[in-house]
């Protein structure tokens, strides 16, 4: 499974924006899908990550309320709505999608693909 992210830029503190994963190489409604960020010197973290079935997402509670996820499974693609952003969000965003049997988790090591990421900088 191939991942591209896309829409990342410069924002100014209360800005928004949205991010966009394409999939090839594989069905991402097969699978469950995640934004993770990782910033300057510290761990990738997870954002949001959403179950197959679409029955089950969990967000991060520094971006619940601001971030939405959503999926559009005949385009292959699945998005991060931005909203209210701030400095420490800034990071690099990386999309990603489990293997197939996996079970639904958070964790950075439940999922087996990733994109190259994509920076978003919001300037304090």
């Known amino acids: 499974v191939q991942l591209v992210e896309s829409g990342g830029g410069l924002v100014q503190s209360g800005g928004s924006l949205r991010l966009s994963c394409a999939a090839s190489?594989?069905?991402?409604?097969?699978?469950?899908m995640g934004w993770f960020r990782q910033a300057p010197g510290k761990e990738r973290q997870f954002v949001v990550t959403?179950?197959?079935?679409?029955?089950?997402?969990v967000y991060a509670e520094s971006v619940k309320g601001r971030f939405t996820i959503s999926r559009d499974n005949g385009k292959n693609t699945i998005f991060l709505q931005m909203i209210s952003l701030k400095p420490e969000d800034t990071a690099i965003y990386y999309c990603?999608?489990?293997?197939?049997?996996?079970?639904?988790?958070?964790?950075?090591?439940?999922?087996?693909?990733w994109g190259r990421g994509t920076q978003v900088t919001v300037p304090s």
């Open positions: 990603a999608a489990s293997s197939l049997y996996e079970p639904f988790g958070t964790e950075v090591g439940r999922y087996a693909y």
């Open positions: 190489g594989g069905t991402i409604s097969s699978r469950h």
């Open positions: 959403t179950s197959r079935s679409g029955g089950s997402t």
